[in-house]
């Protein structure tokens, strides 16, 4: 079985799923698409209301195409069903809980069972070998641990591969650079950008390092920079995908063709879809990826809208995997963005500025990549009421402004006070966010 | 008693300086003092002009954001100490000063202070006592 054995991932059984030849798994995908159906409707009542409406049953879904006659969900749906409002299972059946930062505060909450626990292990694990990751590796998790699906994704993907696993989480560069180096670090997980921030301080440290491979992702980075992380530094760079809704990290991998993220079809059913009609895309043309979760018990999601804009490859890959590629993901269809591999929308840096001010001030966010390292700066326009003679009262609203949207943001970021009217003024819907990121 | 100074937020960056004095120029506003404080990404610039509520409503006219503020002038003897009896005073008054500057043009042998104070009344009141000279006007200079 030479060809499920990629010779830059080395060997794992479970891998074999990857190789399955594409009518063995429709049908998986088929059998799995009327289970997850049928439980979503019996169990979720936003489900089984949407598809009453619809006057569709789990019996509509007789193939894989009839998929397309489902309502979509989005991420308001498990905004508005806070907290646990589309869990398919009773909490004595759900062995953990993640949250991801939500638009207005409120995060979202995501769900799993032990078998869904396992199927993440799975995936991840499949994930690593397609990264050419494997037993003996020494796997440094920058990922954050805690409600981020990223951190324990990784570790028990990484423990299950077999792997040694340092979770690390991110920050205290210094630590980092001494654990990669003492402990013979092979490979790393983190956001690309943390990556190159990490290389950065160790070009002043001086510290060689063994680092073979590195897996990316949690945030969009680009070709170019791949090239020169690679160039750089002599690591493998690879590019993973995942978000919380579905199930975290490890919905798809590049392999070592580095030409597309194989999605773990038999898991997610992928489809791509127009973002302003909802009409489904032949494969090979761009557009908005949307995911329905296949064997997901907690919390099965049905054709989830992500946002991510891509293009579903379905030539044969060099590598021998039969799973379809989705392009690299560099932009969405709608205004959320992604700093240090943390959400943000456009609505929650205002929602900050608003609780300081009591009115609304003219913003704008501008994004930038120093040393591979995203900044955001948000440019607020200094209006009569905020503004003071006193360069001490000044400097507390400037601080009251960082403080608040760092309290909602998560992350620290630059908050520049402007003149009025320096920010530019559009027709309509003003253009808060400028992206000078060259991805 | 106090004048009024007007204060203009200021960006940090090449022009932003002209850009105000222009405005006053076209206006044939007089600059009698004025001071820039700055910090990393933005200052302030604060002026005594000869008509402070035109010269805030040409600048807001013009985009800029502009503030009318309470301080003290006050005319102490050029000569070394002149400004010292005076700090002196408010010293012994515990009158925090917020930031003073000093105006541009004067009577001969007579130096012209701007104060700015979180108490502004019961700056007065130890400046008086002390018999320091307070001004109700720079125009006069």
């Known amino acids: 079985m030479s060809t499920w054995n990629d ?35 019996d169990r979720v009542d936003l489900f089984r209301g949407r598809m009453e409406e619809r006057k569709l049953t789990p019996a509509s ?53 032990r ?58 560069n210094e630590r980092q650079l001494m654990v990669m180096h003492d402990f013979g670090v092979t490979v790393v997980c983190s956001t690309p950008s943390y990556f190159l921030h990490l290389v950065e301080h160790a070009q002043h440290a001086r510290t060689p390092v063994r680092v073979r491979v590195g897996v990316f992702g949690a945030e969009p980075w680009s070709e170019a ?37 194989h999605l773990f079809e038999d898991h997610f059913l992928p489809e791509i879809i127009d973002p302003a009609t909802g009409q489904v895309l032949p494969d090979g043309t761009e557009g908005e990826l949307v995911l329905t979760t296949l064997s997901k018990q907690a919390m099965p999601m049905i054709r989830y809208r992500t946002r991510d804009v891509t293009t579903l490859v379905p030539e044969p890959c060099s590598c021998g995997r039969t799973l379809r590629r989705i392009r690299r993901i560099e932009r969405r269809s709608d ?42 700066e948000v440019r607020v326009e200094v209006t009569p009421e905020v503004f003071s003679d006193t360069m001490r009262a000044l400097e507390a609203v400037h601080k009251k402004l960082a403080d608040a949207v760092d309290h909602i943001l998560g992350i620290r970021v630059a908050v520049t006070l402007v003149e009025p009217r320096s920010i530019a003024r559009s027709e309509g819907k003003a253009k808060r966010v400028i992206d000078k990121r060259k991805l | 008693m106090g004048i009024s100074q007007v204060s203009i937020f200021l960006e940090n960056r090449a022009g932003g300086l002209a850009d105000v004095t222009d405005v006053l120029a076209q206006n044939d506003i007089d600059i009698r003092a004025l001071t820039l404080a700055d910090m990393a990404d933005f200052g302030i610039l604060r002026l005594i002009v000869d008509d402070p509520d035109r010269t805030r ?75 320091v000279v307070v001004l109700s006007t720079l125009n006069a200079v």
């Open chain 2, 57 to 131: 409503n040409v600048l807001k006219a013009a985009g800029f954001t502009a503030d009318k503020t309470r301080v003290v002038a006050v005319e102490v003897p050029d000569k070394p100490g002149g400004l010292a009896a005076t700090l002196r005073a408010l010293r012994q008054g515990k009158v925090n000063v917020e930031y003073m500057y000093f105006a541009a043009r004067t009577r001969a042998g007579r130096a012209v202070l701007i104060f700015r104070f979180d108490e502004l009344d019961r700056a007065l009141d130890v400046l008086r006592e002390a018999g």
């Open chain 1, 7 to 41: 010779p830059a991932g080395g060997f794992h059984p479970v891998s074999v799923t990857d190789y399955l030849p594409r009518a063995r798994l429709e049908e998986i995908q088929l059998q799995r698409l009327r289970s997850v159906v049928t439980r979503a409707y």
């Open chain 1, 115 to 172: 078998e869904d626990i396992e199927v993440w292990k799975e995936v991840m694990v499949r994930t690593f070998v397609s990264c050419g990751v494997h037993r003996g590796d020494v796997i440094q998790n920058c990922y954050g641990y805690g409600l981020f699906t990223g951190g324990l994704g990784a570790h028990y993907g990484g423990e299950a591969l077999g792997a040694t696993v340092i979770p690390m989480s991110g920050g205290n």
């Open chain 1, 225 to 261: 920079m791949r090239q020169r992380i690679q160039s750089d530094t002599g690591i493998r760079a690879y590019d993973i995908y995942g978000l919380s809704e579905i199930i975290g990290p490890g919905v798809g991998a590049e392999c070592s063709a580095q030409a597309g993220l």
């Open chain 1, 335 to 376: 205004d959320m963005f992604i700093i240090r591999g943390v959400n943000v929308f456009p609505s929650q840096v205002e929602t900050a500025l608003l609780q300081v001010e009591g009115t609304l001030p003219h913003y704008e966010i501008v994004l930038t990549r120093e040393k591979g390292l995203d900044q955001m």
């Open chain 1, 61 to 113: 879904i007789r193939h894989l195409e009839d998929l397309a006659q489902l309502p979509f969900t989005v991420k308001a749906d498990l905004r508005d069903t806070y907290p646990f409002g589309l869990f398919a299972s009773p909490m004595e059946e759900i062995v953990r809980l993640h949250a991801s930062s939500g638009t207005t505060g409120k995060p979202i909450v995501v769900a799993y069972t």
